[in-house]
């Protein structure tokens, strides 16, 4: 059964580093989702990316935050100066109809 | 705006027993998906159901089943003969169709439900 990956599983770096985060959503889903969730909080939207482009993005995604498709497969979620506040576990999720959200494993950033 | 309220914090039962998690939703739309998700102690989000808002019939799926109601706004769903495995923390979620190309999920705050052999 088709899945969504992600990588890495865990990152730890230092406040003011860049982290991307990667994601390979399954292969004939059009719409593409980035959400976090701090430890022990509930699963917070971050963006979402449909036809090449940002749909909708809240508030937590400031400028610090980006997303792209490079190359047709892959999602990536890049963080450019992360801070404290941004250790959390990052989930990516891709659907193929507009309803039904199938989430990755979850990538646990922890913030230095 | 969406909301999405779950009540129950934390619930722990004895294995076999039905447990029922409760879900609350607020949206003016009038079309929204709900879901249940699942994330046990590994941390990911496992899909488990889905309903639509024009579709209220209420079903079970094995050991699950769920209790949709539009006139009180909830979307319970309840386990039944619960197993040690089922021990995870369960999310309900809401999206809407708002004619675009995103439907976000609102999450509500879990609740952790333990299952003891």
């Known amino acids: 059964e088709p899945e969504v990956t992600q990588t890495p599983s865990h990152q730890v770096t230092q406040m003011g580093q860049e982290v991307i985060l990667r994601c390979v959503p399954i292969?004939?889903?059009?719409?593409f989702y980035w959400y976090r969730q701090i430890l022990g909080q509930k699963v917070e939207f971050l963006v979402s990316f449909y036809n090449n482009e940002i749909s909708e993005k809240s508030e937590i995604f400031d400028d610090q935050f980006s997303v792209e498709r490079p190359d047709g497969s892959n999602f990536t979620l890049k963080i450019r100066s992360t801070k404290l506040e941004d250790s959390a576990m990052y989930f990516c999720a891709s659907g193929g109809d507009e309803e039904t959200q199938y989430f990755g494993p979850g990538t646990r950033l922890l913030v230095l | 705006a969406q909301k999405v309220t779950q009540a129950q914090t934390e619930i722990s039962v004895v294995e076999k027993e039905d447990v029922t998690l409760d879900c609350v939703y607020e949206?003016?739309?009038?079309?929204?998906?709900l879901f249940w998700y699942k994330q046990p102690p590994s941390g990911e989000l496992v899909f488990l159901i889905r309903?639509?808002?024009?579709?209220?019939q209420n079903e079970i799926s094995g050991r699950y089943s769920w209790n949709f109601q539009k006139s009180t706004s909830s979307f319970n769903f309840t386990i039944t003969a619960s197993q040690v495995v089922d021990s995870a923390v369960y999310f309900c979620?809401?999206?809407?169709?708002?004619?675009?190309?995103?439907?976000?999920?609102?999450f509500g705050k879990g609740t952790l439900l333990t299952v003891n052999p």
């Open positions: 949206t003016r739309d009038t079309t929204y998906y």
């Open positions: 979620a809401l999206s809407v169709d708002s004619g675009g190309s995103n439907y976000k999920l609102t």
């Open positions: 309903r639509n808002s024009f579709d209220e």
């Open positions: 292969s004939n889903h059009l719409y």
